[in-house]
């Protein structure tokens, strides 16, 4: 595994998909500041120093199910928080990670294909030692320094996810399946999911095999949802 460090980037998923096809798989590229993060449907992701932001470059014939790469990821980083903070970090469907319903991670998954040569780029922002949040994440965001009142080791995080996701990634897609349901808290709740702009209220039902969400609608009805921002208590 190379890991390269830069003091400030655009963005590490940027960096990540431009290199992808010279590097050696699991290459990782981390900054410590970002000016330019983002995070799903492109929205910015707030970078400032003091939070771990980091992409890592893999290539796909590894992965037996690609999809299950972004439950992976979730998995390793609730992982990691719970054991090494004893905090209880769960996982709101796909791989949001959250502290008592408060946002410490998000995970980002994006393919690059360039001719023949196909690679996954997982981007990952942990809030770290974030003190503050500017006023739009001030009610739904928290940082592991917010919770444990004191700093944490950037490196030693970085090292303990990124041996958290190889592991994970041993295993087949059963046992991450399983896993998964370990840390996720989203089954049961009332939800709203926007897919595609467009709002549905329900109640989380169930994964199917694939991981995608099986979401029960007033009139019982069931509908599965691919890719979607659930939003809880609905
Ligand atoms: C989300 O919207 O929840 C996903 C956020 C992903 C942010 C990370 S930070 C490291 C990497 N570089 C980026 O520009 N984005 C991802």
Do not use: H
Request: charged share 30%; net charge positive; hydrophobic share 40%.
């Amino acid at each position: 595994m190379k890991i390269l460090f830069f003091k400030e980037l655009l963005s590490t998923s940027k960096k990540a998909k431009e290199i992808a096809n010279e590097v050696e798989p699991w290459t990782v590229v981390v900054a410590e500041s970002q000016n330019a993060g983002y995070g799903k449907k492109k929205r910015g992701w707030f970078s400032p120093s003091g939070g771990l932001y980091f992409s890592i470059i893999i290539k796909p014939e590894e992965l037996e199910e690609l999809q299950l790469l972004t439950f992976a990821a979730g998995i390793a980083v609730a992982k990691v928080i719970n054991e090494k903070f004893k905090i209880k970090a769960c996982l709101k469907w796909p791989n949001d990670v959250l502290i008592e319903e408060r946002k410490v991670c998000g995970i980002l998954t994006e393919s690059v294909i360039r001719g023949k040569m196909a690679s996954v780029v997982v981007g990952i922002g942990i809030d770290t030692n974030i003190e503050k949040f500017p006023p739009e994440l001030a009610n739904t965001a928290t940082s592991l320094k917010v919770e444990l009142k004191e700093e944490v080791n950037n490196k030693e995080i970085l090292d303990a996810v990124l041996k958290e996701l190889r592991d994970m990634l041993k295993k087949n897609a059963t046992a991450i399946a399983q896993e998964y349901r370990l840390y996720e808290n989203t089954l049961g709740k009332k939800i709203k999911v926007v897919v595609q702009g467009k709002e549905i209220y329900g109640k989380a039902f169930d994964f199917d095999q694939k991981g995608d969400l099986i979401v029960k609608l007033k009139d019982k009805q069931t509908i599965k949802i691919l890719e979607g921002e659930v939003t809880y208590n609905f």
